[in-house]
């Protein structure tokens, strides 16, 4: 199977060949893919090299031209470092975009530090107006990708990851979706969580739902879950811990609940290791994911 990054690669060469409107900054990071699609479009896949603060001003420039910017790199150069520009020239300006990151929270241990960006939807969340997108599967990218080129001037955030789950969920219309049906409580599971969160609850009588889009975030969702069964809700992330539960407790502002907020520990893991390492060291693999919400909904 092809990973979410070959599979963006593959459908935005495409679509630059369909859509006269769509326009690829990037700085040098998947430069390689994208080397047949420059050679047809030279003034449409634009290679800034390394400086992520004039990517994402050349891409909120070609916003105000008319394009489609689709601006990509590695998450913590793509929201964090040239955060200023993101809000200025996108938020400030008014104009729209597609922010495609990859590597994620720790998709790239080897790359240290400097490569990993848990915080990035957390920090998306304070400007306006962005919608984020996080997948589970390739092919849920590659829905993910076509949706966000074609919605008109938005401002969009994909999060791409090596991590996946076995087998994609249909999207629809970009609402959470209810996976499993319980009454003790209810477990949000994000992107490519899902498979780890659906094995932990194996047996345990929860609702699971799954995103795939967390902004906007489907209050109604929630609300109807938590409606049905006890409203203690149990959020799953493969981000920084606690990034959505302001969201929902908003959904539940007016019902009496509880909220657990699972995901990337703010601590720094400063071995290398593997992504499987990672993920049970933040208490993201499945044993761990069972213990943690059993233990709450006790």
Do not use: C
Not at 114 to 136: E, N, Q, Y
Not at 152 to 169: E, K
């Amino acid at each position: 199977m092809d990973t979410m990054r070959e599979r963006f690669i593959a459908v935005t060469s495409r679509l630059l060949d369909e859509d006269p409107r769509l326009a690829v900054v990037l700085a040098e990071i998947s430069m390689d893919g994208f080397r047949p699609a420059q050679e047809r479009h030279p003034d449409r896949v634009i290679n800034v090299g390394i400086r992520e603060q004039l990517l994402v001003g050349v891409g909120g420039g070609l916003a105000l031209t008319g394009l489609r910017p689709v601006l990509h790199t590695f998450a913590s150069f793509l929201v964090e470092r040239p955060f200023e520009q993101v809000k200025l020239d996108f938020g400030h300006q008014g104009t729209g975009g597609v922010l495609v990151s990859a590597s994620a929270s720790y998709d790239w241990p080897a790359g240290g530090f400097t490569h990993m960006a848990p915080g990035d939807v957390a920090l998306l969340d304070t400007l306006d107006g962005w919608t984020v997108h996080v997948p589970g599967h390739p092919d849920e990218a590659e829905a993910l990708l076509r949706h966000a080129y074609a919605a008109g001037d938005d401002r969009v955030y994909v999060r791409l990851s090596q991590q996946s789950n076995a087998a994609p969920r249909p999207l629809g219309d970009l609402r959470f979706q209810t996976v499993r049906e319980g009454r003790a409580g209810v477990v949000l599971a994000v992107g490519p969580l899902l498979d780890n969160v659906l094995a932990a609850t194996e047996g345990l009588d929860v609702t699971v739902l799954y995103a795939a889009t967390v902004r906007p975030f489907d209050d109604a969702a929630l609300r109807a879950a938590a409606g049905r069964a006890a409203a203690d809700v149990v959020l799953v992330e493969p981000y920084l811990a606690g990034t959505s539960a302001a969201a929902a407790g908003q959904a539940l502002v007016d019902v009496p609940h509880r909220v657990l907020p699972l995901g990337v520990g703010r601590a720094e893991l400063r071995r290398y290791g593997t992504i499987d390492e990672h993920t049970a060291a933040h208490g993201l693999d499945a044993g761990s994911l069972r213990e943690r919400i059993t233990g709450f909904l006790r």
